[in-house]
């Protein structure tokens, strides 16, 4: 059974920094592009960042570049999203999302909060 | 970026009623689109790839059509279960845009 769990989440003051881990078992995680998806309280979907099987191809909204960094340890089959610099308008739902053919399968998310 | 003009924002419909959703792109995506379904409280989950190929395990009441720069979600005799928020994607290009979402809710 595929599973993404993501951990790290948390209640950070602006400026500040977090770091999200995903584990992902049931599948060969080595194989797959993942990516950082998002969710603002009662707001639509986001996409945040994606990375390639092999870390090659790395991409990011602009909304984030410069102050994400995106980055996976196929070894440990986790996936890691280092924010810094953190804003109130990244207060949101921070989701784990395997690539295939779209997006086929989410972890259940981790909340940050971004608050004084 | 590429946008995505998703309508209505809301609907209210019947059990059993037909239900369809669409989504612009603001420029040609082939058919480099995913539909989604969320509920309250839970992650989202794909529903239809590729415009029109149905996800393993996803009701037959489903479909997805077009390509380009429109497209379009239909609901076939609406269910219960189907009153949710639903969400189509672009995974042509990045950044990967999303729609605004649509919430289905029971009239």
């Known amino acids: 059974e595929v599973q993404l769990v993501e951990s790290g989440g948390g209640l950070v003051k602006p400026g500040g920094s977090l770091r999200l881990s995903c584990a992902a078992s049931?599948?060969?995680?080595?194989?797959?592009?993942f990516n950082w998806v998002r969710q603002a309280p009662e707001k639509g979907l986001e996409w945040v960042t994606s990375i390639s099987s092999s870390s090659r191809y790395i991409h990011y909204a602009d909304s984030v570049k410069g102050r994400f960094t995106i980055s996976r340890d196929n070894a440990k089959n986790s996936l890691y999203l280092q924010m810094n610099s953190l804003r109130a308008e990244d207060t949101a739902l921070y989701y784990c999302v395997r690539e295939t053919s779209g997006a086929d399968y989410w972890g259940q998310g981790t909340l940050v909060t971004v608050s004084s | 970026a590429i946008q995505m003009t998703q309508s209505p924002s809301s609907l209210s419909a019947s059990v059993g009623d037909r239900v369809t959703i669409t989504c612009r792109a603001s420029q040609g995506i082939r058919n480099d689109l995913g539909w989604y379904q969320q509920k309250p409280g839970t992650a989202p989950k794909l529903l239809i790839y590729t415009a029109s190929i149905l996800q393993s395990g996803v009701p037959s009441r489903f479909s997805g059509s077009g390509s380009g720069t429109d497209f379009t979600l239909t609901i076939n005799n609406l269910q219960p279960e189907d009153f949710a928020t639903y969400y189509c994607l672009q995974d042509s290009n990045y950044p990967w845009t999303f729609g605004q979402g649509t919430k289905v809710e029971i009239k």
């Open positions: 049931g599948f060969n995680f080595h194989t797959y592009t």
